[in-house]
């Protein structure tokens, strides 16, 4: 029905002995290519972006027709400070999508943090037609400093998905594009960078597809 790339997968089909053993899939190794440029910030999911831009005085502007305080979104924590004029970009990952995330930077896992919340859809219905889901949904917060800044990955559960996992054994220091987490169905990443330190690539906008490891942009130096 979904169309998924099964002959991506890391084993064969009947080798998955449930639903969600499929779902949560590694793939086979070289099915994605990592950008090597050591300024590149890379995408850590396949999927659609439904919203990008910059913050603005600690809002993120217009996700389908609502807005955003960075506040909420990480949980009033006291980094907020250094993304109120930032760069944020939403992905969405639908059924169809590889559901295993990775790191978007080669860098220091400096705090991970896990908010408890509501697990309402955040497909195209929910964030246009429900309250700002994006800060109210269970989230799964990773703060990774690099070379030039940090940057925050937000793994946003939703409708089906009450479970967003990190990989076992956790590792602190991370190599761009190693696996970080997964969910257990599909669901968004919001990724925020901090106040002048990335400078997105040209054609970066609402409806584009990306795949994991996929250039994003340039980090520059805080």
């Known amino acids: 029905m979904y169309g998924i790339r099964v002959d991506e997968a890391e084993k064969r089909l009947e080798e998955y002995s449930t639903l969600n053993e499929f779902f949560t899939r590694r793939l086979k190794p070289g099915m994605r290519i990592i950008e090597a440029d050591s300024t590149a910030l890379v995408s850590p999911v396949d999927a659609l972006i439904t919203g990008a831009g910059p913050i603005t005085a600690g809002t993120i502007l217009n996700v389908k027709g609502q807005d955003y305080t960075v506040d909420e979104l990480l949980n009033r924590s006291p980094r907020t400070?250094?993304?109120?004029?930032g760069f944020y970009m939403v992905l969405y990952l639908s059924?169809?999508?590889?559901?295993r995330i990775h790191t978007p930077v080669e860098g220091m896992i400096v705090e991970r943090e896990h908010v408890p919340g509501k697990v309402y859809p955040v497909n195209e219905f929910g964030l246009r037609n429900m309250r700002r889901v994006l800060s109210r949904n269970e989230r799964l917060i990773t703060y990774?400093?690099?070379?030039?800044?940090?940057?925050?990955?937000?793994?946003?559960?939703?409708m089906n998905v009450s479970s967003i996992k990190y990989v076992e054994p956790r590792q602190d220091k991370v190599e761009k594009g190693q696996d970080l987490a997964y969910f257990e169905f599909g669901s968004t990443v919001v990724l925020l960078t901090e106040d002048e330190t990335?400078?997105?690539?040209?054609?970066?906008?609402?409806?584009l597809k990306v795949r994991m490891g996929e250039k994003l942009g340039t980090i520059l130096p805080k």
């Not at 400070?81 to 004029?85: A, F, G, I, L, P």
């Not at 990774?144 to 939703?158: D, L, N, P, Q």
């Open 95 to 99: 059924p169809t999508d590889y559901h």
């Open 198 to 207: 990335f400078i997105p690539r040209s054609d970066l906008k609402t409806g």
């Open 144 to 158: 990774i400093r690099h070379a030039g800044a940090e940057v925050a990955v937000v793994k946003v559960g939703a």
């Open 81 to 85: 400070e250094n993304y109120k004029d």
